[in-house]
């Protein structure tokens, strides 16, 4: 496929993407660039190429998941790979016993690929250990969610030219969010200024510790910065009550006009999703076309998950 | 049995403050006859054997005050001759067993069970604990003189906290009128809900719900609280953090009576360790920072802590080969113990004696045994140990069934030649 440029290759350190902590800068970058080309292929009509024609890709999903899982799926059947999804969200069989043993089952039927999702943090980790094939971390816990960290990297990119430099704040539940963490770390990595904005009781313990300033008033958070991002409230993940009400919260965290007016004026406005609009977004923001590239996130999911897809399947050869 | 003499060791009896090159005869019963300097190769008869040990330290034998048995109900993680191997190894001689089985020690024919499978199966003294609460629910009291009369030297739920306050201070004010010994695991069930390591850097970095240390300083104070208005023998079974330290250490400056205690996991490692996931690093309490676990020795430096255990918690390995979030809490020990303590000594963090006191001496006064120590007359319970010897830990080498040791691999210094019981040799590594 001619689309499909050759790039100089950089060798990966792991077998598999686990987090943004264990990549290295080069590697991010290799994962960036396959991705841009991606990007064309998937605009083009005819979206199938046979890179991974042959290969098994398993999508192992513990925790519910629309646009991940999608996103997961379409990007491995554009690579020509054979894609199961399993969602064991209500298995019946006891947790612990689930995943090494649904490993162990997995491993048997010789898949290229397997990509999980897990509502414990280190899940990946410990099934990366148990199965001779390719692990990709779609999710764990609270601890990473790297393709998500790639693919907000490569809007930035698509609309900024670069990272570098820039000064980006991450809003809302910090503490249950895998995608603040993996944010951090990549952001760091590439150059941006993270600051985190948050109810004090939504902050991590030692937040700064990961090289962020932390805040508690969003306008301040906000000051100056080129990228928003917002969290939604995992109102799942909470044990007992963090915050008075919703309402309380959209007064000082939800992301309204008069407080994005405190960052600059061209600033982007970047959620995960699923979004709770009026609960830590205006609605009117959210759709802004001028200001929200919620939609490209999405779009941009598939090609990250592409490169991530054909750089670990390969490795595992 | 015939009298037996040890010559031209390093004797080590904290009770006595004994530390001198001296030899020790044990009697034709198994007890102490003499030990120090007095008995030496001159002044024993000549013609009979002596063993010379070399300078090597002798000692009483370890009391650990929290090991976790696995019998009645587990016994696939440990039973009493598994148990007893590994203590031996590791120089202890008597162990004070948790309540935690299944069914949970809380009546008078489970005593007997314990002590008749303890007596058969094993070689060690078992001295049994048993629940504060029925079924350690933490709802009704358990039998606090009858259970003492059977011979249970201290009450507690072992793993679990009494959470109620109105219990706590009933059982307190009950407890005083047998002089039973309560020994509280200090951790706020609510505070602590979900966490599963400390909670700081570590906990955020690796997404794991972290355990404040004001979970376990909220309990203590609350507890001696009720000290000042219901007096009774009370142990906090172990600390882990700088805040309850100095509490506690506040407390005894005032004139209150109590002790406490803490794992040789929080004097060794800290939350660092936990690395990537590493399950048999889940402990409660949890390991916390270095600050942290510099204060606890400080602590034991400074009599703010009173006894080293090894909260011998023996998992077999499907427990622990879980998600962090899913896998069983605690570690094996029991046979490092001492070896593991020694790093103390010979980092210079914990002088010998205070080490020693704090596994054998302190915690046989704060159980009423006339254990841990030289005194003529008692039972011949030793070892023997070379405290330079190096040798690293290896799962595979160890005596307890289960191998969830939280120091695989670990470069020691020190370890245990020969345990004796009663004056005979249960243990030995000397060819």
Known sequence: ?317 | MKEKYLVNGRILDPKNKIDEIGGLIIDSKGLIKAAGKKVSNSNLPAGVEKFDLNKKVLMPGIVDMRVFVGEPGYEYKENFRTLSNAALSGGVTSVVSMPNTNPVIDNVSMVDFLKRRGRDKSRINIFPAASLTKNTDGKQMTEFGLLKRKGIVAFTDGIKTIQDPRLMSRIMSFASQSKSLIMQHAEDNILSNGGLINEGEISTRLGLQGIPSIAEKIIVERDLSFLEEYFCRYHISQISSKKTTSVIKKAKSEGKVFTSGVSINNLSLNENDIGDFKTFLKLSPPLRTEDDRLALIEGINDGTIDVIVSDHKPEDEESKRLTFSQAATGASGIETLLPLSLELFHNNSIDLMKLIAAMTYNPAKILNISKGNLDKGNDADLCIVDINKPWVVNKDGLNSKSKNTPIENRKLQGQVLQTYIKGEIVFNRID
């Open chain 1, 1 to 317: 496929m001619a689309i499909i440029k050759k790039l100089k290759a950089v060798k990966f350190k792991q077998n598999h993407l686990l987090g943004i902590q264990d990549l290295s800068f080069s590697e991010v970058s290799q994962i960036l660039e396959e991705a841009k080309t991606f990007i064309k292929l998937n605009k083009s009509s005819s979206k199938k190429i046979d890179l991974l024609r042959g290969k098994t890709q398993i999508n192992l999903f513990f925790e519910p998941s629309t646009r991940t899982q999608s996103s997961f799926e379409l990007a491995g059947k554009r690579l020509g790979a054979d894609v199961m999804s399993m969602n064991i969200v209500n298995s019946a069989i006891k947790k612990g016993e689930t995943l090494i043993d649904t490993a162990m089952t997995l491993n048997a039927m010789h898949p290229d690929i397997i990509v999980v999702r897990h509502q414990d943090s280190g899940a990946p980790n410990l099934l990366s250990q148990k199965v001779n094939c390719a692990v990709i971390n779609a999710g764990d816990g609270r601890r990473e969610h790297p393709t998500q960290a790639l693919l907000d990297a490569l809007t930035i990119i698509n609309r900024r030219g670069k990272v570098e430099g820039l000064k980006i704040a991450i809003c809302g539940d910090i503490l249950h969010s895998r995608v603040a963490r993996s944010n951090i770390y990549l952001m760091n990595m590439l150059g941006a200024e993270v600051n985190v904005v948050a109810p004090i009781t939504l902050l991590p313990h030692s937040i700064e510790r990961l090289g962020v300033k932390a805040f508690t008033d969003m306008k301040r958070g906000l000051e100056n910065c080129d990228i928003v991002m917002m969290l939604r409230l995992q109102n799942e993940r909470m044990q007992g009550s963090f915050l008075p009400s919703p309402r309380e919260y959209y007064e000082y965290f939800g992301l309204t006009p008069d407080k994005l007016a405190m960052a600059n004026k061209d600033a982007l406005i970047m959620h995960p999703g699923p979004m709770n609009r009026g609960v830590e977004i205006d609605t009117n923001l959210a759709d802004d076309i001028n200001r929200s590239v919620i939609r490209e996130q999405v779009e941009l999911g598939v090609a990250v998950r592409m490169a991530c897809l054909k750089i670990f399947c390969k490795k595992n050869q």
